[in-house]
């Protein structure tokens, strides 16, 4: 691509302005036009190409952080809140889960958790977790970095901190004055692209198109 670098450049300016659901309501009122991408689930496309699907914590996609491997990044959520409260024991749980439900399970019954320091903390360990996880995979950074200024939406009728607690479908779903959750993942994700946007400027522009 061209003067990839600008690309990038302008992508990063664009993604700058919108860090949580304070913000984007804000940008709403104000007229700004924003564009958004749903995504819930974490199966690829019936041909095996990577779509939205990949934004899951569940999409299987291995990295490896001081010497441990994580099989996805719930499972490096899971086991970063075991280390959060000094539970080794939890962790290696984590780790040694064969599926990202089973991570997810093992993460439930860390000892000496606090939800207040949990709700502090849990943010940016998924922001890391995420700029891991699409590091470690060009296919995936690219993909992310496609989303450009999109504001990505993880659009789980389930869950209301890190999705928005409405199906795509719902009128809503593009609302986000009418969400029903905090969409914590989609903003998560958003950090985790202009970080790695950032990454590839300060690489220069041989790594910065896409």
Known sequence: MPDGVSVVRARLACMGRIDGLQALVSEVRAGSRIKYLHFWGHRPRPDGSIGASCLSQWWPSPFVVADRRYATAEHWMMAAKARLFGDAEAERHVLAAAHPAQAKKAGRLVRGFDEAIWERERFRIVVEGSVHKFAA????????????????????????????????????????????????????LMEARAELAGQQIRRGPDTAGG
């Open 137 to 188: 995979d060009p296919a995936l950074g690219a993909f992310l970095l496609k989303t450009g200024e999109r504001v990505l939406v993880e659009a789980s009728p389930v869950d209301r901190v890190w999705g928005i607690g409405l199906a795509a479908d719902d009128e809503a779903a593009s609302d986000p004055e009418r969400w029903q959750g905090l969409n914590l993942l989609g903003f998560a």
